[in-house]
């Protein structure tokens, strides 16, 4: 039996189908043994869970048990309106110095890692001070520098043709 048969039979249990549709499934249950144990499947699970549902019930009214509800989250908003209340606003001043703080503290950072102490590596260098020297008029040169490697590459390139 195939999945739409089985849909068809549900269907048919449901009163779903169109009365052409239920004489046709009605027959095929009268000559299908597969399709009547399916339909006895069904039907018997249908009624466990009918017979199994459980009602309940509220002791309160519903109007009443929705404005209980109602008057727990007015009081909610009520005491977060207090609480923020309470909080005052930070003074001006305040507000100006921690941002201000921070920026001394960047600058005096920046300050000393610039003035480092003769032989001692900066940790943070705006140049590393290489000069090249040469005797030629027309020569150029590139550097580059790799932390990772701990190397100095010098390109030089004197313009001869």
Known sequence: MNHETELKLQAYLDGELSESEATAIREMLARDPQARSVTDALEATRTILLANEPELKVPETREFYWSKIRRQI???????????????????????????????VLIVLIALSLRAREGASPIWAMDDGHEIETPLEETSSFSFRSEAAAMTVVWVDSHRE
């Open 74 to 104: 007015e009081l909610g908003e009520e005491q977060g309106a207090v609480a923020n209340a309470g909080q005052a606003a930070p003074a001006w001043w305040l507000r100006f110095l921690a941002p201000a703080g921070l920026l001394a």
